[in-house]
Nanobody, 116 residues
């Protein structure tokens, strides 16, 4: 399984923005539907956003729609998640993976903490 590496998390104030990155060395980001997922303390991991294999059509969960933007550069094998107007409820570890996710491809994630 290809390793995907997330980065870009941090501690921010409510209302601020962050841009997460996910990089891979193989075929996953250029050739598959890929997405972002998150897991908050004590909660199940949940879908955040995905971008389709063909046409780069984005899909968002209701709780991030109009605030987050998913994009990728297939040549650079990089996936991004631009997060704006962050809220304390967005605090979680964020992961990238294929969509639907491959159980064997979860990485370490990147921590996003939003304080009010």
């Amino acid at each position: 399984q290809e390793e995907l590496v997330e980065s870009g998390g941090g501690l921010v104030q409510a209302g601020e923005s962050l841009k997460l990155s996910c990089t891979g060395s193989g075929h996953t980001i250029p050739y598959y539907s890929v997405g972002w997922f998150r897991q908050a303390p004590g909660k199940e991991r949940e879908f955040v956003a995905a971008i389709s294999r063909f046409g780069d059509v984005p899909d968002y969960s209701d709780f991030v729609k109009d605030r987050f933007v998913i994009s990728r550069d297939r040549a650079k094998k990089t996936l991004w998640l631009l997060m704006t107007n962050l809220k304390p409820d967005d605090t979680a570890v964020y992961y990238c993976n294929t969509d639907p996710p491959s159980p064997d491809s979860w990485g370490q994630g990147t921590q996003v903490t939003v304080v009010s």
